[in-house]
């Protein structure tokens, strides 16, 4: 069973499009989180949830806008997509807002054109 | 991110030599954690350090931490191609889970 999934793995697409990532766990985790990983191979935090609440929200465009129906869902809604939006997006989840182990998803590479 | 610096950027290495990679924080750090990124592909959690002095290993990946110095070590011992890839190392610098990471050590083993 694959703990973090992220749909989909691959994404292209056009800018000024909308475009959805989702993200699963089957951890059990109460914490999940997004996190981006640019062409340098930086990887930064954007949003992280905690209990369907958000409580990390760093300093993202707005176009960007993540949705946690529940504890083991959180989806990444990104509008008018640009092409600095390119990058490899990661999903990630916990099992506290403490210091505990994350665990990332495969990643979704998205390309914007 | 500039709060944390790992060296050396890339390594390489022949198969069966050992190697350290560094990890540095300019903050206090509430917990370091190493991953492993393969090309292309998520991160593999490897472990996770708390403590001051506290050492950890994994098959033949020990990482340990120096409190003091806000610094934390990855050595790998007799190094395999299966070791290749990028390591990352991650901070909780808040106290609230929320990491920052290093630039990454990317890896090659020549056999």
């Known amino acids: 069973d694959t703990a973090v999934s992220q749909t989909p793995k691959y994404l292209v697409t056009q800018m000024g499009n909308d475009k959805s990532i989702k993200c699963e766990q089957n951890?059990?985790?109460?914490?999940m989180y997004w996190y981006k990983q640019d062409s340098k191979k930086f990887l930064k935090i954007m949003f992280s949830y905690n209990n369907k609440e958000l409580i990390i929200n760093e300093t993202v465009p707005n176009r960007f806008s993540p949705k946690s129906p529940d504890k083991a869902h959180l989806n990444l809604h990104i509008n008018s997509l640009e092409l600095g939006d390119s990058a490899v997006y990661f999903c990630?989840?916990?099992?506290?807002?403490?210091?505990?182990?994350?665990?990332f998803g495969p990643g979704t590479r998205l390309t914007v054109t | 991110s500039q709060e944390l610096e790992q060296s050396p950027q890339s390594l390489i290495v022949q198969e069966g030599k050992n190697l350290t990679i560094n990890c540095t924080s300019s903050?206090?750090?509430?917990?370091l954690y190493w991953y492993k990124q393969k090309y292309g592909e998520g991160l593999i959690f490897l472990m996770m350090?708390?403590?001051?002095?506290e050492e950890k290993s994994h098959e033949k990946i020990t990482a340990k931490l120096d409190e003091k110095k806000q610094q934390s070590s990855l050595h790998i011992t007799a190094s395999q191609p299966s070791h290749a890839g990028i390591y990352l190392c991650g901070a909780d610098i808040t106290y609230g889970n929320k990491l920052v990471f290093g630039a990454g050590t990317i890896l090659r083993v020549k056999s």
């Open positions: 903050k206090t750090l509430y917990g």
């Open positions: 350090l708390q403590k001051g002095g």
């Open positions: 951890l059990g985790h109460d914490t």
């Open positions: 990630a989840s916990s099992s506290g807002t403490g210091t505990y182990e994350q665990y």
